[in-house]
């Protein structure tokens, strides 16, 4: 082997790690520095553990093989969600590492030609979860997310992808063809409208917008060629309610085999299952909520093992490529952790927000689930464990009052996404709807004053302060 080989494949246990590793060695380090690193490398994890380190030495040669990667699932009791957030479907991986590594490779090498014959074939067509050879397939660091995430959403399995619109986009592409029909509420998060209503029409996909409250409608509105039915609940950015199950019964006794689809992205498998409820498949922009930090994009889908994996093979691998990278799938397992704990302060947050702009001069209108005013209130109550984090709120303003408003925000951020611990707000008919016409934001009950808070965790004391001074603020001239 030559030395420059040497560095890309005889220091296995380097590149395990970190596969950059491989071009500052290989490329940028002067020889000397490089050898003393690698010596270092190799050296370190012997400390204390010499018996450890020399195994894995002896072993690295055949650590990257797919076969290697041991992954088990845990025996383990039934866990309360706070506990599953972090125990649930535990992986393992060799050395017993307690958060999940970044697996940052894309390919995965066989044994032999054998191996490949032998194995071959269920890795490729996606039989297996557990063996890996190309990261568009899989990825041990994306596999145990999405064991994780089955388990809090009831589901078989998952599929990670790239971000909330390449999960719904690939469930689109998996599960459609030429012909047929989608039936969707009007209210829908603006990306997924015009994947709806302006791209899959121009592949012949025939689609309709209705409001699923008014269940006569929705039945009548149900097609022979019908093939997914596409919700969400609470809604973006209205927080209409819409009953989940009546929903899925009313679809699947006009057909069973009906695809009801559901976006619980604004409630997480901490407040709401829905395919507990009926639905057969549910996505999530894990952006929000579940990465909760403002820091990850991500998305996924859940369902029947079947679903799942014409999801993966059908839609990720060979239509949308939307393949989650291993690091966003560490940050969307660490935000896991800690999805209960932020999700019970934004729920108390939001509530005292929504009690105190109710009773604020300056407010017309007050959108909130957990407020026993708001229409849905009693639908939410029965299928979610608490309200959720958003609150939206029209403002008795005219444009340059609400200009202030906002500019005189000095804590709550104007930024489009939410589900971050950090409080943001936004304007739905400009920002996050911005592509709805002035028709279908009227169908959608977005208002011209109207806005959306994101409510984070911060002290409440602080936020209530911040936005009655921008309120007075926007009145003061
Ligand atoms: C309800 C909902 N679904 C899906 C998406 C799309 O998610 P992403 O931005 O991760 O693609 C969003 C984004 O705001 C959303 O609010």
């Not at 979610?384 to 202030?404: A, H, L, N, T, W």
């Amino acid at each position: 082997m030559k030395f420059s080989s040497k560095f890309i494949n005889g220091t296995m246990l380097v590149s395990q790690y970190c596969s950059k590793s491989r071009l500052i060695c290989h490329k940028i380090l002067p020889l000397p520095l490089a050898a003393f690193l690698l010596i270092f490398v190799l050296i370190a994890p012997m400390e204390g553990s010499p018996n450890k380190a020399s195994n894995i030495l002896c072993d690295r040669g055949s650590m990257l093989k797919q076969k290697e990667i041991k992954i088990k699932e845990k025996e383990e009791p039934k866990l309360k969600i706070r506990s599953e957030v972090i125990h649930g479907a535990q992986m393992e991986d060799k050395y017993d590492s307690i958060t999940m590594p970044v697996y940052r490779t894309t390919i995965f090498g066989f044994k032999s030609v054998e191996e490949l014959f032998e194995h071959g074939a269920d890795v490729l067509s996606g039989k297996r979860d557990d063996e890996f050879f190309y990261m568009r397939v899989g990825n041990p660091t994306n596999t145990a997310l999405e064991r994780r995430l089955a388990k809090l959403e009831s589901a078989e399995s998952c599929v990670v992808t790239a971000s909330g619109m390449g999960a719904i986009a690939t469930v689109m592409w998996t599960f459609l063809k030429q012909g047929d029909h989608v039936l969707a509420d009007t209210t829908l998060y603006s990306g997924t409208r015009t994947l709806l209503g302006e791209l899959l029409t121009k592949f012949g996909v025939e689609v309709d917008f209705v409001d699923f409250n008014d269940l006569g409608l929705l039945r009548k509105s149900l097609k022979p060629n019908t093939v997914i039915v596409f919700f969400e609940s609470p809604y973006n950015p209205t927080l209409k309610i819409n009953d989940i199950a009546q929903i899925a019964q009313i679809v699947h006794s006009y057909k069973k085999d009906i695809r009801v689809v559901f976006d619980n992205t604004f409630a997480t498998p901490y407040l709401q299952n829905p395919l507990l409820l009926g639905a057969d498949i549910v996505v999530h922009s894990i952006t929000k909520y579940i990465g909760g930090h403002s820091d990850v994009m991500a998305g996924c889908a859940l369902g029947s093992k079947e679903d799942t994996q014409k999801i993966r093979f059908t839609g990720v691998e060979n239509a949308t490529g939307a393949v989650m990278s291993p690091d966003n799938a560490y940050l969307a397992l660490r935000g896991l952790c800690t999805l209960p704990i932020r999700m019970d302060q934004q729920c108390k947050n939001a509530m005292k927000i929504a009690q105190y702009l109710e009773k604020s001069p300056y407010i017309s209108k007050v959108y909130y689930p957990g407020l026993e005013s708001f229409p849905g209130h009693k639908t939410a109550k029965k299928q979610m464990r608490d309200f959720g984090g958003i609150v939206s709120f029209e403002v008795r303003m005219d444009p340059e009052q609400m200009k202030r408003f906002v500019n005189g925000l000095k804590l709550i951020r104007l930024a489009g996404s939410l589900g971050g611990v950090e409080t943001v707000i936004e304007h739905p008919a400009f920002m996050s709807h911005f592509n709805y016409t002035p028709e279908q934001l009227a169908e959608s009950g977005i208002a011209p004053n109207q806005f959306r808070l994101s409510v984070g965790i911060e002290d409440i004391r602080d936020l209530i302060d911040d936005l009655e001074e921008a309120f007075k603020n926007s009145v003061s001239r």
